[in-house]
T-cell receptor, first 118, second 116 residues
Framework: DAGVIQSPRHEVTEMGQEVTLRCKPISGHNSLFWYRQTMMRGLELLIYFNNNVPIDDSGMPEDRFSAKMPNASFSTLKIQPSEPRDSAVYFC????????????????FGAGSRLTVL | AQKITQTQPGMFVQEKEAVTLDCTYDTSDPSYGLFWYKQPSSGEMIFLIY??????QNATEGRYSLNFQKARKSANLVISASQLGDSAMYFCAMREASYNNNDMRFGAGTRLTVKP
């Protein structure tokens, strides 16, 4: 298995530009998570999907951020317009959720996308 | 709401010694899972160990063990026989078991440095 695949690995852009980060979860996984990591705020959950449906987007910082999951094998996180304070590492993670007495499953993380907004 | 607390921003340990990284949590859900992840300087998030709230025994994975004290709501990670490669950030995390409330929240992390 190739694991969770994120692209691009590094992105440098100028303030005001649109940024799109992409994620391919592990095949068969039914939950997908977007996190942002900064020195100041640590690992923050931005949004997560179950079976391609957004469940909780309360962590999305502003209307400039949007996330989609058009199918089980692809998700995007878009920032428009980008600002310097959006500079961070953005992680995508996926899991296979079965719920019930088997309990919560392990999240497998992608390698992350490091975003720098100048 | 879930809350994960890691009170040790940094820890040092001598190579080959054991070290305990602290984690406390807060939840009102009786069914939940506790996780530890390692993040080396290269940046990837590596899953280490899992403990379910109903598990009777403490979880172990090789040199990693989890000291689970449910009444105290603590889930400390114990690393035995530390190696130089164990130097990294370590994150404690928790998920509740409800299908539509199963997001994973992380603590602030502990930076472990193993000294030769």
């Amino acid at each position: 298995d190739a694991g969770v695949i994120q692209s691009p690995r590094h992105e440098v852009t100028e303030m005001g530009q649109e940024v799109t980060l992409r994620c391919k979860p592990i095949s068969g996984h039914n939950s997908l998570f977007w996190y942002r990591q900064t020195m100041m705020r640590g690992l923050e959950l931005l949004i997560y999907f179950n079976n391609n449906v957004p469940i909780d987007d309360s962590g999305m910082p502003e209307d400039r951020f949007s996330a989609k999951m058009p199918n089980a094998s692809f998700s995007t996180l878009k920032i428009q317009p980008s600002e310097p304070r959006d500079s961070a590492v953005y992680f995508c993670a996926s899991s296979l959720e079965v719920g019930g007495p088997l309990g919560p499953s392990v999240l497998t993380f992608g390698a992350g996308s490091r975003l720098t907004v100048l | 709401a879930q809350k994960i607390t890691q009170t040790q921003p940094g820890m040092f340990v001598q190579e080959k010694e054991a070290v305990t990284l602290d984690c406390t949590y807060d939840t009102s859900d009786p069914s939940y899972g506790l996780f530890w992840y390692k993040q080396p300087s290269s940046g990837e998030m590596i899953f280490l160990i899992y403990q379910g709230s109903y598990d009777q025994q403490n979880a172990t994975e090789g040199r990693y063990s989890l000291n689970f004290q449910k009444a105290r709501k603590s889930a400390n990670l114990v690393i035995s026989a530390s190696q130089l490669g164990d130097s990294a950030m370590y994150f404690c995390a928790m998920r509740e078991a409800s299908y539509n409330n199963n997001d994973m929240r992380f603590g602030a992390g502990t930076r472990l440095t193993v000294k030769p």
